[in-house]
């Protein structure tokens, strides 16, 4: 399926029409989250590898409290 990234929205193309796929907070992250749907659908990706080492994006984490 073909992809594309305008600002920090991931776009498809379904129906012959460019639509939504994903929000991102900025180009650079839709760049990498067009980077991993292409990897998985090529199958240069395992689903099992999502989310670890250098696939995954980098998630904030808040603190609730410090010592």
Known sequence: MP???EGPNL???KGGKWSVKQ???SHE???KAM???QGLEHGNI???EVGKGKYALG???KVLYRD
């Open 3 to 5: 992809y594309k990234c």
């Open 11 to 13: 776009m498809h193309k």
């Open 23 to 25: 929000h991102t907070e």
């Open 29 to 31: 992250n839709c760049i």
């Open 35 to 37: 980077q991993l749907l």
């Open 46 to 48: 395992k689903k099992s």
């Open 59 to 61: 998630k904030k984490r």
